[in-house]
């Protein structure tokens, strides 16, 4: 599969008639392949819970417009850090630590975003959200 601008802007306006204002792409070659890989097309206001992924890193790599990875602590459940990426900035991507509490937002219109880990997909336990 080639990803071009056609592909990123199909799955942009996907995103924008989305009621949760953001759309994914699977990148795998089947549903038994071990691996994710997905473009996520994110919107400005597109909620996002603050979780994690206790058994493997992920690695967010933005393709198209300006996102912000934002961090934060389990204990006093704020945010500590956040990493601005865009394609041509001085941070394309991130790679974030297995059990790192985090969370992504679309700051331009028509982000999108490859996110890469381990494993087959795990759907997210309520241990793993951060209720703030």
């Not at 056609?6 to 759309?23: F, G, I, N, Q, T």
């Not at 549903?31 to 994690?52: M, T």
Request: net charge negative; proline share 5%.
């Amino acid at each position: 599969m080639v990803i071009d601008n056609k592909v990123l802007d199909e799955l942009s306006s996907k995103a924008k008639a989305s009621p949760r204002l953001r759309m994914n792409l699977d990148l795998r070659n089947s549903e038994n392949d071990g691996s994710q890989r997905i473009l996520n097309a994110i919107e400005p206001g597109s909620p996002e819970r603050i979780h994690r992924h206790r058994h493997t890193s992920e690695t967010v790599v933005c393709i198209r417009g300006k996102v912000v990875e934002e961090f934060y602590d389990e204990l006093e459940r704020i945010c500590t850090d956040s990493i601005v990426l865009t394609p041509n900035g001085p941070n394309v991507a991130i790679n974030i630590p297995a059990g790192q509490w985090h969370s992504i937002r679309a700051v331009e219109s028509g982000s999108v975003v490859l996110a890469v880990k381990d494993g087959k997909y795990e759907p997210l336990s309520d241990a793993d959200i951060l209720a703030l």
